[in-house]
């Protein structure tokens, strides 16, 4: 638990949270009674789809209204904007980019704004959505120890949509 603290510590370290005690609780659940905490959650579903997953999803689930979670791009743009209070481009639709185009653009754009933040790709979504949150680039490469730590996927923008 105290790796998984740790780093939600990280990934959320500027953001306040009003019900941290129950984000506590709901983790430990997962830990201690991995099953109860799927039914408690409707998703019972990843027991059979993805048993060693249990951790990944209750930390995606716990952080979800942090993340920024889309399956199209320029959706995933909006919320980036949104984020960082409209300090970036508009998308470039002009510029009819793929995925991995447009990571690579974003981030370009995130680091001449914002050089202390990095975009990251954390968690699966067990679906066709791409979950990233921003992070301070300084302990990104801590964040990425705990994930591996803890089997959550988490890639760099440089690794992200690379197979």
Known sequence: MEKIKELIGLLLADFELENEDDMWTSLQLAVDNPKQYLDDNEAEWLLEADPE??????????VGEFMIIGDKIDEIHELIVDELEGDLPSYPYEKKLNAADYIQWVTAEIKKEYPELELIEIGDSYGDNIQMMLVYAEDVPRIKELCEALNIRCNRADEILKF
């Open 53 to 62: 997953g249990i951790v990944q999803y209750a930390v995606s689930n716990e």
